[in-house]
């Protein structure tokens, strides 16, 4: 058979694709989450790259004023105290109990992993940083939204207190429930992601993850996690394993 | 210029791949909506504001496991209609963990076969010639005549390629024009990241739950669109039709 020379159409259009593929996958991210060779987690990692390729990773979400904060139900963890919830920690959840009791005048942020200074804050350790206060929509997957002002000490600050080091990639979320999850540097320095211990202008109540949360504006509310008790920064991806997002099903990235 | 009497290859193809896609999206937007059957104006709405439309379509309808409500107000104006804040002790139906990623999955392959088919068609000239009307096609007697037709269920015969009828290209162009981009861009607006960069689609819908009233709106209309599509299929011949779209005879 002699060789093939004219390009069809077919081949332009495969050859087009892959290419474009190629590109987009290479461009950005050297480490995207893992996928386990699941057809939706490839979809939730293309979702990534063409946020992250596509749009300023620094834009602010809208922010509010203070008439238009409205009522915020608390789903979830409500209270990780309580053993009879099935999200409850069987380790952290009497931990909890304790340093509730003591108004959390015990509780300290643990701070670990690539690190030039690994150590423990306080809450008022934590109150004399540099504060944020802002109105901002929470978007929960299920379908809600709810209008609330938080104040916290902006996450890339304390990272940087804590001499992040170059190597570093991913700051994981560990929490008194039995959830975690992580983000990237570029979300963990958006000018907006608090590690908040404020709600509307009081202390962060419990059903909404007092003592101290995370607010990340840019992604669905199962992002802003809870109840976080130690920020682990990573240099390589940790799916968090039966604590994480993607073993239970659930996309990493929910910036949509 | 002349329209061809069959289906190029391109369009079957794009048609194929945008009905499959449209399936996925409507079966899994219908699970995510379970999630949440409640739709609202504006930017918030949730279980513990006032909704717009309460869906009875799972048992999340109306349940009513809450603690009882508790003010958070900013400062200690406890006054009527002030924000409050209660805990769930319901278990919800939430199937969004792979209702979510199906649906994006979806959206990515009906907005790469919807690109693919907007350049191919404009390229070709197809989307001129078959899904725009024609000057001479838009009289006033010619635009009766064919309601009257469509009312008595006069259907012409199926033809097998893209000479489509008046009411037929007015259709096709809203789902593809305007339907579509519509739905994709209410979609976007339910996006952190996306309204984050482009705040103005918060400004254009009126809010993030405006935006998802919307997109469920469209949906309905693409339902419609395609109960209205199938038996346009049937009743002007259904094998013929569904060769023409499929093989290409």
């Known amino acids: 058979m002699p060789p093939r020379l004219r390009l069809t159409r077919r081949d332009a259009l495969i050859g087009g694709l892959t290419a474009a593929g ?3 996958l290479t461009g950005c991210a050297t480490d995207l989450p893992p996928t386990y060779g699941h057809l939706l987690r490839m979809g939730d990692n293309l979702t990534y790259v063409a946020h992250r390729a596509l749009l300023p990773g ?27 919830l099935p999200t409850h920690h069987p380790e952290f959840a009497p931990v909890y109990a304790e340093l509730r009791r003591g108004d959390f005048a015990d509780f300290r942020l643990d701070i670990a992993g690539s690190v030039a200074r690994p150590g423990t804050y306080s809450l008022s350790d934590l109150k004399r940083m540099p504060a944020r206060t802002q109105i901002t929509r929470h978007v929960c997957e299920e379908g809600w939204s709810a209008v ?3 104040t916290g000490v902006p996450l890339g600050h304390v990272l940087q207190a804590a001499g992040i080091l170059p190597t570093a990639r991913y700051v994981t979320f560990q929490t008194f429930d039995r959830f975690g999850d992580n983000i990237d540097l570029l979300d963990a320095f958006h000018p907006q992601t608090l590690l908040a211990y404020g709600m509307n202008g ?16 840019t992604q669905i509310g199962y992002k802003s996690v809870k109840y976080v008790r130690r920020l682990l920064v990573h240099d390589a991806f940790d799916d968090l394993g039966a604590n994480g997002p993607i073993r239970n099903g ?3 990235y929910a910036g949509i | 210029m002349q329209v061809p009497t069959r289906h ?7 048609h194929g ?9 409507a079966c899994s937007g219908g699970v995510i909506l379970m999630a949440h059957p409640r739709l609202y104006w504006g930017e918030v709405g949730n279980d513990l504001t006032p909704a717009l439309l309460e869906l009875p379509i799972s048992r999340n309808h109306r349940h009513d496991g809450w603690t009882t409500p508790t003010s958070i107000a900013p400062g200690d104006t406890a006054s009527a209609g002030a924000p409050v804040s209660a805990s769930r002790t319901f278990e919800i139906f939430n199937q969004n963990g792979w209702g979510r990623s199906l649906h994006f999955l979806a959206g990515w392959v009906l907005f790469a076969t919807g690109l693919l088919y907007l350049t191919l068609g404009a390229v070709s000239g197809h989307l001129r010639r078959a899904l725009l009307p024609r000057r001479d096609e838009v009289t006033r007697r010619q635009v009766a005549r064919e309601i009257g037709d469509h009312l008595r269920l006069r259907i012409r015969a199926a033809t097998g390629g893209p000479d489509y009828g008046l009411l037929q290209k007015s259709a096709y162009a809203c789902i593809v024009f305007v339907a579509l981009p519509l739905t994709a861009i209410t979609g976007l607006t339910m ?6 960069a482009a705040p103005f689609l918060l400004t254009l819908f009126g809010g993030l739950q405006s935006a998802r009233t919307i997109h469920f709106a469209l949906w309905a209309l693409l339902l419609l669109f395609t109960f209205g599509h199938i038996t346009m299929v049937v009743l002007s011949g259904f094998r013929r039709q569904v060769r023409a779209m499929t093989v290409g005879e």
């Open chain 2, 8 to 14: 190029a290859r391109w369009v079957r193809a794009t």
């Open chain 2, 17 to 25: 791949a945008a009905a499959l896609s449209v399936v996925v999206l």
């Open chain 1, 148 to 150: 609330a002002e938080w």
């Open chain 1, 250 to 252: 659930w996309s990493w």
């Open chain 1, 202 to 217: 009081r202390d962060l109540p419990v059903p909404h993850g007092g003592p101290l949360r995370v607010r990340v504006e």
């Open chain 2, 191 to 196: 996006s952190p990241a996306v309204t984050a």
């Open chain 1, 58 to 84: 620094q834009a602010l979400a809208r922010e509010y004023s203070r008439g238009d904060i409205s009522s915020f139900p608390a789903i979830g963890t409500t209270n990780p105290a309580d053993t009879a």
């Open chain 1, 22 to 24: 190629g590109m987009l």
